[in-house]
């Protein structure tokens, strides 16, 4: 079975700054628990620069 290719960030919905998830759980009116993509598996579709 493969490994997932994200991980659970927390994040504060007012200043965009990140959280732990259990932190982010508890405030639920204030946060979001968003899946980030580990290093490697971003988006490498990007125009490239002249």
């Known amino acids: 079975?493969?490994?997932?290719?994200t991980f659970p960030i927390g994040r504060d919905s007012k200043t965009g700054e990140f959280l732990p998830v259990a932190e982010a759980k508890k405030r639920p009116n204030t946060t979001t628990v968003e899946r980030?993509?580990?290093?490697?598996?971003?988006?490498t579709k990007a125009p490239k620069k002249k």
């Open 36 to 43: 980030m993509p580990k290093p490697g598996y971003g988006d």
């Open 1 to 5: 079975m493969s490994k997932s290719k």
